[in-house]
């Protein structure tokens, strides 16, 4: 039987109880609000209180550069630096209690055996460390290592021994579209080429590690918050590198022959635009910017403008036939040396008696005289249009130092300029530029924008494509196929012929030469030669320009036609372009 002064103790114990237990509720509600319910929020505020907060940034890898048959060009890699800790060594090798299991004498050859260094040289490195400072912790051991080198010296066991990781750039087809591609700076940004001009799809985004530590360092369980870096897209370009390959090795040993300065080759897909090639010598190894002259850290291809000469007189000829202000039976009087009504004097590139030309005949002989008879049957400013309709004074793709050339309105055209014009003087163009307006004289007269950029590819895997290229009827589909098969009668006819010939297929072709200016007028003997043209004649496919900067066993354009006739053979090889399947028409007239 329960007495009344036994409840009272019992009914105290069971109140302490039940405050006990709702006591330990609260905690343990609050402790799972804190550990679960809210445990992100109470981490993220408690990184920022003290010292206990740590954040360790990840780093993410610059995208690569691929050409269009994802031939890598440009990659980021993992290499490794190499240190040891001089004071260390010694410390362990003077430990005579605890002698180390493997002595410095025999670390030394085993080390050096991996970096490849002479194991006395390094030991005496590191004892002259010592001796400048006997508690010296650093020695720069070798720099560069690879994943395999650093795993070695990693399996060694070595206290003493440390690496740290760092991303480098290479480029593993070396010079080849070196100038294109570009390079890096120490801190991994893009200065030149497509590094400077994609950086944005190049670059990584990175990440970050918070934790929080204990008083002992020890991270605290449940704290770690990861964020992963997103490595850098993979940009695709338009360049096919065998065919760039073969271009560069070409040009180098035509603009040597020629002992030019300088030459480039760059090829133009007439349906598309897209740039296969952009070859040019000097080259950069990206990989060696000291191996190359800083003159050749950029590019030749996009930044070079020179007077296109005898090429932009099919562009002349294009104008004046699509405006009906001459046609294919016009005839026009031309002596090899003339003066024109306001007073300009205009020569030929050879003397002649008085020839009556056909429009052909003025671009198979290259008439300066006949084409500024041509060019005056339209007016200053349609003419002007014209030229700029085939991107005359326009950057073709923006590229990092990409020239547009120079092109004065005609309202400043003097007497001599109204003239030069008309066959290629007195304004300057690139050679994407020139082929640019091949490519539109090729494509039945429509214009398309030039284009190197393929795609980019994000870290996330999204597929990103530019924009489609602008396309413009720019001539007639009648005016374009009557300047094609006047080119091809150039090819034919001219003087030219032989060397130029790619057996199995038509080509239409159109040289110049122009001297090089120096601000004041013309140097004397300094010449900038070109060849342009495209093939087949019956199915264009792709156009090529070859320039050859100060030519001086050759100067005239001659010194262009074996590098056309090698570029054009092996672009229509590497993308195995069908011979032409019709004969070419009759001959065109050269007079009336």
Request: net charge negative.
């Amino acid at each position: 039987m329960t007495t009344r002064a036994t409840r009272g103790p019992r009914r105290r114990t069971v109140v302490a109880l039940a405050v006990i237990l709702a006591v330990l509720s609260a905690f343990v509600v609050r402790l799972v609000d804190i550990q679960v319910v809210s445990a992100n929020e109470h981490v993220e505020d408690s990184l920022h209180v003290g010292n206990l907060g740590s954040t360790e940034t990840i780093h993410g890898d610059r995208g690569s550069i691929v050409d269009a048959n994802g031939i890598t060009l440009a990659s980021s890699v993992k290499v490794y630096d190499a240190q040891l800790s001089p004071s260390l060594i010694m410390q362990l090798e003077s430990d005579e209690d605890r002698p180390p299991k493997v002595s410095w004498h025999e670390a030394a050859e085993r080390i050096a055996e991996i970096v490849g260094q002479d194991a006395d040289k390094l030991r005496a490195a590191v004892a002259a460390n010592l001796e400048e400072n006997p508690h010296s912790q650093y020695y720069q051991l070798a720099n560069g290592l690879s994943t395999e080198k650093y795993l070695e010296l990693r399996d060694l066991g070595l206290v003493y021994l440390a690496a740290k990781p760092r991303e480098t750039r290479v480029y593993p087809n070396g010079a080849v579209a070196g100038n294109v591609v570009g390079y890096v700076d120490n801190a991994g940004e893009g200065q030149a080429g497509v590094e400077q001009m994609n950086a944005e799809c190049l670059a990584p985004t990175s990440g970050e590690r918070t934790y929080l530590r204990g008083k002992d360092g020890v991270v605290i369980p449940g704290s770690e918050r990861t964020v992963d870096a997103v490595d850098g897209g993979t940009v695709q370009l338009t360049i096919n590198s065998d065919l760039q390959w073969y271009l560069q090795q070409m040009i180098a040993e035509e603009a040597q022959k020629q002992a030019a300065k300088a030459g480039t080759v760059t090829v133009v897909e007439v349906a598309t635009g897209k740039i296969r090639a952009a070859a040019e010598w000097p080259s950069l190894d990206p990989n060696d910017l000291d191996a190359s002259s800083p003159d050749d850290w950029g590019t030749r291809v996009f930044g070079t403008t020179f007077e296109p000469g005898s090429t932009f007189k099919a562009i002349t000829a294009a104008a004046a036939l699509d405006t009906g202000a001459v046609d294919m039976k016009t005839t026009i009087s031309a002596a090899g040396r003339e003066t024109f009504p306001n007073g300009a004097v205009i020569n030929d590139p050879f003397r002649h008696d008085t020839y009556q030309y056909t429009i052909a005949g003025a671009l198979i002989d290259s008439s300066n005289v006949a084409l500024s008879k041509i060019g005056t049957t339209i007016d200053s400013q349609t003419r002007f249009e014209y030229m700029q309709k085939f991107g005359v004074g326009d950057k073709t793709i923006s590229f990092p130092r990409e020239e547009g050339g120079v092109v004065h309105a005609p309202e400043n055209w003097d007497s001599q300029t109204l003239y030069a014009t008309t066959f290629g003087q007195a304004f300057t163009v690139t050679a994407p530029q020139v082929a640019g307006a091949y490519q539109a004289i090729a494509n039945g007269g429509e214009k398309i924008d030039l284009s190197l950029l393929e795609s980019c590819t994000t870290g996330e895997g999204d597929v990103v494509t530019p924009p489609a290229p602008h396309r413009e009827q720019i001539i007639s589909e009648k005016t374009a196929a009557e300047v094609t098969r006047m080119l091809e009668n150039v090819s034919v006819q001219g003087g030219l012929s032989q060397q130029i010939e790619v057996p199995g297929y038509r080509v239409a072709t159109k040289t110049g030469t122009a001297q090089k200016a120096d601000g004041g007028g013309y140097i004397a003997g300094k010449y900038f030669t070109s060849m342009v043209g495209f093939a087949p004649v019956d199915d264009p496919q792709y156009v090529v320009v070859v320039t050859l900067d100060e030519p001086t066993k050759v100067v005239s354009s001659a010194a262009t036609a074996p590098a056309f006739q090698k570029a054009m053979t092996q672009v229509l090889k590497t993308y195995r372009v069908s011979p032409s399947t019709t004969p070419m028409d009759e001959l065109l007239p050269k007079y009336n």
